[in-house]
């Protein structure tokens, strides 16, 4: 099936650990982003690429680190310096270009510090 | 990029039609009108988007006025599934950093 896999789900971490969750998509996008929700609230965008080795922050980056080696691969690594990362993390991807970017997402991973 | 004000909750019956409204006054010539869903716990999921004229497709219907500063999602006959938070979202064709969701509406079908 062609789409956007995220992993894990759930994830929990202690405090001052650093943790990489995983994006993964099979649907040919250039561009890839990452977006965080918290309860109640709406999408925040924390970085998104357009091209493979690049990247770009959004709103909220600080304490947030991503990379982009592979066009299908955007992994997100929440580190220590995040004061707050209990949250749910939404993965999408979008054609690039003005011919269609609808934005696609992912199921996401809800990420709890313990 | 525009904004967009949204109520925040919403009722409905269950087999009538939902109208979602969504205030985007500041919205320019070269931006589209989005919408998503999205049920709890779960991914957004596209609905429609449009620039000036009305679009059908199997999940609904949209209806932006004539001078782009609103616009309408109707679900035509909604189901106790299309329980969730819709988003309208305005987003221009370049600005891919540019895609607010803002708080949405809650719509509650009830039976």
């Known amino acids: 099936d062609g789409g956007i896999t995220q992993s894990p789900k759930y994830l929990f971490r202690k405090e001052g650990q650093n943790v990489t969750l995983s994006c993964e998509q099979n649907l040919n996008h250039d561009a890839m982003y990452w977006y965080r929700q918290d309860p109640g609230q709406g999408l925040r965008l924390i970085y998104y690429?357009?091209?493979?080795?690049?990247?770009q922050k959004g709103d909220i980056a600080e304490g947030y680190s991503v990379s982009r080696e592979k066009k299908e691969s955007f992994p997100l690594t929440v580190t220590s310096a995040q004061k707050n990362p209990t949250a749910f993390y939404l993965c999408a991807s979008s054609i690039a270009g003005p011919s269609g970017n609808t934005i696609y997402f992912g199921e996401g991973s809800w990420l709890t510090v313990v | 990029d525009a904004k967009t004000t949204q109520p925040t909750s919403m009722d409905c019956a269950e087999g009538r039609a939902a109208n979602l409204p969504c205030n985007h006054s500041t919205i320019s010539g070269n931006e589209y009108v989005y919408w998503y869903r999205q049920i709890h716990s779960q991914g957004p999921q596209y609905i429609i988007h449009g620039l000036k004229n009305n679009e059908t497709n199997e999940m609904a219907s949209l209806i932006i006025t004539e001078d782009r500063k609103s616009s309408t999602l109707i679900l035509p006959h909604a189901t106790l599934r299309d329980t969730a938070v819709y988003y309208c979202?305005?987003?221009?064709?370049?600005?891919?950093?540019?895609?607010?969701f803002g708080s949405g509406t809650k719509l509650n079908v009830k039976p």
């Open positions: 979202i305005v987003r221009g064709l370049y600005n891919f950093n540019k895609f607010y």
């Open positions: 690429s357009q091209i493979v080795n690049d990247f």
